[in-house]
């Protein structure tokens, strides 16, 4: 897109960013190899759930459980800053559900997945999802330990998300694109962000979905090898 705005662009060591200093990255990374250890040692798959505040995070993580909960043992890990109103959410569903909030951290730490798997009962678990805190940056930085990652958007977020925001895009095994519904509402067209997706990460599997209508959500497990 054309633009005749100036811009500004950092050189290589030029940003300053205390919170992703590299001993930090090092660290978590390491707690994440090791959360990753405990829960194959266990025979736990692992979903790491990520995307904006309003994508539909919470409603694909419930979908999914309602339909999986008859086929595998599960436990939900929520991510929030404050709150427990998405877990009580997911509780409705009667599986075992841990809330982590961040206060003013914008992500999950491979520390506090460590401190929330020690509050769950492993051996009597085969799956657990995890869900982000709300953001489209901070999270791609700190990886949890999980076996897969999936990045929800949706179309009300307008049509630039994926291009204003690659790196989130870029590990990620799945990208679900909902509230597809509003689509035409909302002048979005879920095909160009599907191309933007695969510009960016050809290898991730896009899945449009309506967890609204429960479209879709059979699809989405079945890309993260849940059937």
Known sequence: ???????????????????????????????????????????????????????????????????????????????????????????EENVPTVQVNTGKECHLDANLIKKALARLKLNELDLIFIENVGNLICPAEFPLGSDKRIVVISVTEGPYMVVKHPMMFIEADTVAINKIDLAQVMEVDPSKLRNDIATINPNACVVPISCRRNDGIVEVGRSLGLD
Request: hydrophobic share 45%; charged share 25%; no cysteine.
């Open 1 to 91: 897109m054309a633009t005749n705005a100036e811009v500004i662009t950092s050189s290589e060591g030029e940003v300053f960013d205390i919170e992703l200093e590299t001993d930090i990255l090092r660290v978590n990374k390491e707690l994440a190899l090791e959360n990753h250890r405990v829960m194959r040692e266990h025979g736990i798959t692992s979903i790491d759930v990520m995307g904006s505040v309003g994508s539909g995070k919470t409603s694909l993580i419930k979908a999914m459980v309602s339909i999986l909960k008859n086929r595998y043992r599960i436990a939900v890990i929520e991510g929030d800053v404050t709150t427990t109103i998405d877990a009580d959410l997911i509780a």
